[in-house]
């Protein structure tokens, strides 16, 4: 038994700051570059494991021939060192490789020499087999899957490890804030599948699994415990085989045994069957979009995910380069934006357009306000009842009260946000004052919770310097709440850059994609000189991230 401490060290990667390996591709002593990297990293800092990444970026990449050959030298260097080196392969459209059987360029490490282990990883809540909506241009995972059991079967020798994810980052989760217990299960379903797939074939072998988090804060932890625990084992291996609800119930026994275990009133069941339910609600409106249990004709656009989640200025630009054809790479689901609404409701008004796109989601989005509000006043009864003494106990269960809550109040500013849109007059502004006050009331849930947070709030949520790409802690979001803000600014168009898909931007693309330097200062400098300058601000505006905090609402 023992941990080993592993880093990330991309090999020619540059995205977000990352401590790549190859600073200058050109350079025929590349090896040297490599070799000088892992020396420090592996020797130098002591770490046990390498784990490197492909490509330059999640959707760009060298030559494949060339990828191979620096992928084949960082392995040989860390066997050289008694370490071990894994590469993580990413779900998103990354192109083929001619040369090697027009493989998958993510799957380009299945060329590579043995000792180099491979890292299968998919994204954000979605199981293998689930609709994903379009979410990095895959209608699902299955691919994933399929070439994980490949390598596990047919190469033993290789470390194959599932990587999955408890928490995405960037808009999707932990920093809209939202509860998402639906990622505990969603893992336990992967791995089901792939223990599935070894006792199917007695040749498959997985190493193990990793996970990707992003903290423990708004009631994170709860499905990182699970997915720790299961990367171990499945628990109870009996239920995991005999159904997923019975894996999931065995899995929630020893968290809810410690929520509830001085309560007098209620019992471990009343709380595993609380999460069950609330975590098939998610199953059906966020992943499938049902609708009183009737599932839509596509997934795309019509579920919870393509609208709790948030939207901001670079998934905005990010939408136009796809509907331009530009891209075929949408990182999230895709959702009927709320200027769609309004633009055909405006035309609707003039007899250009007999409907409008918010008759298709207005059931999805009443649904999730309803079901959200119903689940809870239902964890609220149960922890009144709970009335635990111990401190430790009350901390949790507040986290995840707070989360919860923060989870219905989100699907109900969305709610009204898209009511406002698909409006007009007295109707429409009822609507933005109902959404304004909604989120008024989450901001006094999220500075309450901020105080709670096990680190310094400023260090995790506020607008400072940080060594990555990033001008903020990772939950400056959640603490801004800039995705519900922004929203409410979008249909209240109260500022001429409401209409730019560049409002609020509040990143600096080209630092995130391709690091510091000349362009990324070139870029600032503009944003910078135009700031105010009408309309040339309307795009300048996506160059880079502002200077200053944006504060709301007075920034809207």
Known sequence: YGLMAAADVPIALRQQHSWFMIKN?????????????????????????????SGSTEFTHANCSVMLEWMNFAAEVAESKNKKAWIKCHVSNAGTCPDFDDINFNFLPEYSVQSLGVLPHTVQT????DPTSGTYGQENFSFMYDWAVHMATTQPERDTLYYGETAYWVN???NVPLFL???????????????????????????????????????????????????????????????????????????????????????????????ITYIHLQQELLIEGKVQGQAPNTTFQRNGHAYLSGWEAMIDVEAIG????????????EHISLRQVMHERALEA???????????????LEEMHRRFADMRSRWDAIVDGIASKDIAVQALLGDISDAVAMTSLRATQVLQVYRAADSHGPVRNA????????????????????????????RIA????????????????????????RDLGIVNGSSPEARSPCYLNYQSPVDVGLGEGLLQNTMQHIRDHNDGNHPVDLLTDCLAAPEEELKFPADL
Not at 435 to 448: F, K, L, M, W, Y
Request: glycine residues 6%; proline residues 4%; negative net charge.
């Open 322 to 333: 796809v509907e331009l054809g530009l891209s075929d790479a949408f990182t999230q689901p």
């Open 350 to 364: 003039t007899g250009l357009h007999p409907t409008t796109s918010m008759d298709e989601i207005r059931g999805l």
């Open 126 to 129: 979605y199981a293998f087999d």
């Open 172 to 174: 999707f989760d932990i």
């Open 431 to 458: 609507h933005l004052s109902t959404a304004q006050s909604t989120i008024e009331a989450a901001v006094d849930i999220v500075h309450r919770r901020e105080q709670k947070y096990r680190v310094s709030w400023g």
């Open 25 to 53: 591709s050109r350079d025929a002593d590349w090896k040297s570059q490599i070799k000088e990297r892992m020396d420090w990293v592996l020797d130098g800092a002591g770490f046990d494991v390498l784990g490197t990444e």
């Open 462 to 485: 506020g607008w400072r310097w940080t060594p990555t790409s990033y001008h903020f802690g990772y939950l400056w979001t959640a603490h801004s709440l800039l995705y519900w803000w």
């Open 181 to 275: 217990p639906i990622y505990a299960d969603r893992r336990l379903r992967d791995l089901r599948l792939l223990r599935q797939a070894e006792k199917q074939n007695p040749d498959s072998r997985f190493a193990g699994q990793l996970n990707f988090c992003s903290g423990w804060e708004w009631g994170y932890w709860f499905q990182e415990v699970i997915t720790a625990r299961a990367a171990w084992n499945l628990p109870d291996d009996g239920a995991c085989l005999e159904s997923q609800r019975a894996c999931l119930r065995a899995a929630l026994r020893p968290i809810v045994a410690t929520l509830a275990h001085q309560s007098q009133d209620v019992a471990p069941v009343v709380l595993e069957d609380f999460f």
